[in-house]
Nanobody
Framework: QVQLVESGGRLVQAGDSLRLSCAAS????????AGWFRQAPGKEREFVAV????????LVADSVKGRFTIARDNAKNTLYLQMNSLKPEDTAVYYC?????????????????WGQGTQVTVSS
């Protein structure tokens, strides 16, 4: 199993940049496809980005395409989410997740492991 701990969330202004990190412990993160989801108050958890085990391929939600980039450093056992040009609608709790299951990469239910989340608040 793998344990995940997110960090880096904070209050920023619209247009700012922020990088989230997700540190893995236990089993190596390189064993998993890993991604980021977010959940705003009163809304369902939504897919943000995913990166496969080798880091060669990524998928990013249309709502953040061109602004957010997902990356991983398997040597450091860490997942990242670089967020640029932040908007107030990006305000949410951001979760990192890992999976070993096959199937849709954007479906939260197929992710086996989750962090506790980190709050990102973007003021206008």
């Amino acid at each position: 199993q793998v344990q995940l701990v997110e960090s880096g969330g904070r209050l920023v202004q619209a247009g700012d940049s922020l990088r989230l990190s997700c540190a893995a412990s236990g089993r190596s993160l390189s064993s998993y496809t890993a991604g980021w989801f977010r959940q705003a108050p009163g809304k369902e958890r939504e897919f943000v980005a995913v990166i496969i085990r080798t880091g060669i391929s990524t998928l990013v939600a249309d709502s953040v395409k061109g602004r957010f980039t997902i990356a991983r450093d398997n040597a450091k056992n860490t997942l990242y989410l670089q967020m640029n040009s932040l908007k107030p609608e990006d305000t949410a709790v951001y979760y990192c997740a890992a999976r070993s299951a096959v199937g849709s990469l954007t479906t939260a239910e197929l992710y086996n492991y989750w962090g506790q989340g980190t709050q990102v608040t973007v003021s206008s």
